[in-house]
């Protein structure tokens, strides 16, 4: 007998609604499509660069060129790609602490971080060193092709030039009046090494913050540098005594110089014509001698007795009378 074949019929029940069909025509299609690749296309081929920006741009991953501030065309659908750099923004990398908010009132982490900001002095002190260096890409090519880890490149260099310049000094220079010479060498070797390594950037600033020594000696150490600052004070006392008395001083010297110098010309010019004078009568003596000492002789006698009156002059040879003195002066003769 032949197999009997079962046929399984659908369960009894409420019927289904038919879902109509919907039928969407191949010009929306197509049309959607060239909406979306156009889209794309204007997405992928203008780039927009702002003032503070330059913009590397790249085919097939090679570097093509440089663009400046503007709107800019490219090959789109990625064949072009542009990588927008900040090359006149200054930016900043901090050591040894961190900025949680920065604005009028400055919020600053608590944590520390001794790995970046303890070092050694040249006279085997251990201090902390906070400091933070600002930079500005000049090179957008070459900071972006010639390092891998720009960042990690530029906090390493820092740290060992800070370290270096730290340890070639002692702790109280650092802590006092090296700091300006810290931070002006820092910016030429930071500046020195980035340029060997062709990184595009350039060190603008390199600012210290807080300088401490271990939280053990922290105490004696604010003592010295108290007593630094009392000592820089009472040099520029000092100074500024020697600069309100030095002057003056030297004004009266170069008076008294001056006064000196008037009393020789003086003295010269008079000498001078003493000798003219002595010349003169010289010559007048050798003509007429006797006439000459009698004239000398009479001038001498009047200068001697210039100022006196009733002046009675008597011959010591004189002995053939008594010499009468006139009590009433030449009146009493008349």
């Known amino acids: 007998m032949p197999e009997s074949v079962f046929t399984p019929q659908p369960p009894k029940g409420p019927r289904m609604p038919k879902i109509p069909k919907i039928t969407i025509k191949s010009?929306?299609?197509?049309?959607?499509?060239?909406?979306?690749?156009?889209?794309?296309?204007?997405?992928?081929?203008?780039?927009i660069v702002d003032q503070t920006e330059n913009a590397v741009i790249t085919t097939f991953g090679k570097y093509s060129k440089t663009l400046g501030a503007g709107l800019h065309y490219k090959l789109p659908f990625g064949i072009q790609k542009a990588y927008v750099v900040k090359t006149r923004v200054i930016q900043t990398e901090t050591f040894g602490f961190r900025t949680i908010k920065s604005g009028a009132i400055t919020q600053y982490s608590d944590q520390a971080f001794p790995d970046e900001s303890t070092m050694l002095t040249g006279d085997l002190n251990i201090v902390d060193v906070e400091w933070i260096i600002q930079y500005r890409i000049t090179n957008p090519k070459a900071w972006l092709f010639n390092i891998s880890d720009q960042r990690k490149?530029?906090?390493?260099?820092?740290?060992?030039?800070?370290?270096?310049?730290?340890?070639d000094r002692l702790i109280l220079g650092v802590i006092?009046?090296?700091r300006q010479t810290i931070q002006d060498q820092a910016v030429i070797m930071m500046n020195s090494i980035?340029?060997?390594?062709?990184l595009g950037i350039q060190v603008t600033q390199v600012q210290l913050q807080n300088i401490v020594p271990p939280k053990g000696v922290q105490d004696a150490f604010e003592d010295v540098n108290k007593a630094i600052q009392d000592m820089n004070r009472l040099i520029n006392e000092g100074k500024e005594a020697y600069n309100n008395e030095i002057p003056k001083v030297r004004g009266q010297a170069d008076q008294l110089l001056e006064v000196s110098q008037g009393y020789a010309t003086e003295r010269v010019n008079k000498a001078r014509g003493d000798v003219s004078r002595f010349a003169s009568v010289l010559s007048e003596y050798r003509k007429a001698p006797d006439i000459t000492k009698r004239r000398l002789y009479f001038e001498m006698i009047d200068q001697v007795f210039a100022g006196d009156k009733n002046v009675d002059l008597i011959d010591k040879e004189l002995s053939n009378f008594l010499p009468l003195k006139l009590l009433g002066g030449t009146e009493a003769l008349q």
């Not at 299609?29 to 780039?47: C, H, K, R």
């Not at 490149?153 to 340890?167: A, C, N, W």
């Open 27 to 47: 010009s929306v299609i197509v049309i959607t499509l060239i909406a979306i690749g156009v889209m794309i296309f204007l997405s992928t081929s203008f780039i």
């Open 153 to 167: 490149t530029i906090r390493d260099i820092s740290q060992s030039v800070i370290s270096r310049l730290v340890g």
């Open 194 to 198: 980035f340029d060997s390594y062709k």
């Open 176 to 178: 006092g009046p090296d």
